[in-house]
């Protein structure tokens, strides 16, 4: 498996709206994408620093995970993910070396990325997302 570095940070947030001007309008991170993705539960501001990420997380309905994180621990960091070449071949070897991987084939999150997850509890407890870039 080739990683290719850190795409994204995802931080769990109660509202997108409200949470969004520290990072748009203080620190002046470039907002490139809003989207609902319903796969998921969440709605995602994504701000582009150029080299890396933030992708801000809210919850789509009452079965979002961050739904849920955020009950649990309140808002903040939920994941981080790195870019991968090629995912198919990173859950495999994943598997073979009894990682718990959350899903045995991709699904497509924001921005038309191939994504997957691993459980934090085989990651020293931080949910890491694992995401090929559409062609
Ligand atoms: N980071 C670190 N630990 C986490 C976590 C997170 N984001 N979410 C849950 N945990 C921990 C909990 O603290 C708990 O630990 P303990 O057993 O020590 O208390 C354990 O994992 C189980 O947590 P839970 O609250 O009972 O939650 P579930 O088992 O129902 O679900 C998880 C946890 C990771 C399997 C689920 O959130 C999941 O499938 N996540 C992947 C999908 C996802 O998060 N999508 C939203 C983002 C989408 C996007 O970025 O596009």
Redesign the pocket.
């Known amino acids: 498996m080739k990683i290719i570095g850190i795409e994204h940070i ?1 931080i ?1 947030v109660e509202d997108l709206n409200s949470s969004s001007s520290f990072w748009g309008d203080i620190l002046r991170i470039v907002h490139t994408h809003t989207e609902s ?1 319903e796969t ?3 709605n ?1 501001k994504i701000y582009d620093t150029g080299k890396g990420k933030i ?1 801000l ?1 809210d919850s789509l309905d009452e079965t ?3 739904r ?2 955020i009950q ?2 309140g808002p903040g960091i ?2 981080i ?1 790195l870019e991968v070449e090629d995912i198919n071949i990173a859950i495999k070897e994943l598997k073979e070396s009894g990682i718990e991987v ?1 899903s045995d084939f991709p699904r497509v ?2 921005e038309g990325y191939k ?1 997957v ?1 691993i ?3 085989s990651t020293g ?3 890491v ?1 694992l995401a090929e870039k559409p062609a």
């Open positions: 995802g769990a993705v998921e539960s969440v995602t992708e997380l979002s995970p961050v849920k994180f649990k621990r939920h994941h993910c959350l999150g924001a994504i997850f459980h934090p509890k407890g931080v949910l997302e």
